[in-house]
């Protein structure tokens, strides 16, 4: 069983535009996967497929063995999206928006409230739950973001340009964050365009380059190629 198990996947939108070209991909349960590439590359096309946001044109989608075409609910359960916009009601506190996010799942609100605890604790942000969201700091608004999507215990997270424009310190601190759920099992896909971050954080790693993933191989195999 994969993580992830993409088979030539490919995208053309309305426009006409060809932003996957036949990606086949694969990322093994436990994994800490980095898709790395430049503006326009394809990056986002994939994560929005993979977690439904986006149509695919051709190919096939599968997520711990279950197929998007036709287990779609259980596909969407193994998944947590952290998204590259806050995208969270700046007006409703902490607590609301991670335990409002786990009801989506279908997690009872006993349950919901049992777990905001453990994941706002875990990412340093329970002291902060009754607070309103926009009150929070651009590091806190990110780990809020992370706290929500493991609400529903999602065995694959998938963060798409996790430190976009975050200054180096909170960098350094969202990827000790990151190492520590890897660590606890939890398989991690994030794209980015710094190598550097992949570098520091992931076992495996894809380039992928106008819609073509041009290198899919450990992130040791490609560092002793440079
Ligand atoms: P689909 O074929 O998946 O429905 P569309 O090509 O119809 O996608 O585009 C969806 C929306 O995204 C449209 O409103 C379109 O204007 C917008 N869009 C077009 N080009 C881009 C782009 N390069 N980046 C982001 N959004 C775009
Ligand atoms: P990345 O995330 O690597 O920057 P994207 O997946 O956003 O790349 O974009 C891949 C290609 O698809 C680009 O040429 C982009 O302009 C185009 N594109 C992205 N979203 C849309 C859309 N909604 N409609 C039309 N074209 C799009």
Known sequence: TYALELTNLKKVYGTGVKALRGIDLTVEEGDFYALLGPNGAGKSTTIGIITSLVNKTSGKVKVFDYDLDTDLVRAKQQIGLVPQEFNFNPFETVQQ????????????????????????????????????????????????????ALMHEP???????????????????????????????????????????????????????????????????LLAKL
């Open 97 to 148: 928006i991670v335990v409002n996010q786990a009801g989506y799942y279908g997690v009872p609100r006993k349950e919901a409230l049992k777990r905001s605890e453990t994941y706002l604790k875990q990412s340093g942000l329970w002291e902060k739950r009754h607070e309103r969201a926009r009150m929070l700091s651009g590091g806190m608004k990110r780990r809020l973001m992370i706290a929500r």
């Open 155 to 221: 065995r694959l997270l998938i963060l798409d340009e996790p430190t976009a424009g975050v200054d180096i310190e909170l960098r350094r601190e969202m990827w000790v964050y990151l190492r520590e759920l890897n660590e606890q099992g939890t398989t991690i896909i994030l794209t980015t365009h710094y190598l550097e971050e992949a570098e520091m954080l992931c076992r495996n790693i894809g380039i992928i380059q106008s819609g073509e993933l041009i290198e899919n191989t450990s992130m040791k195999a």
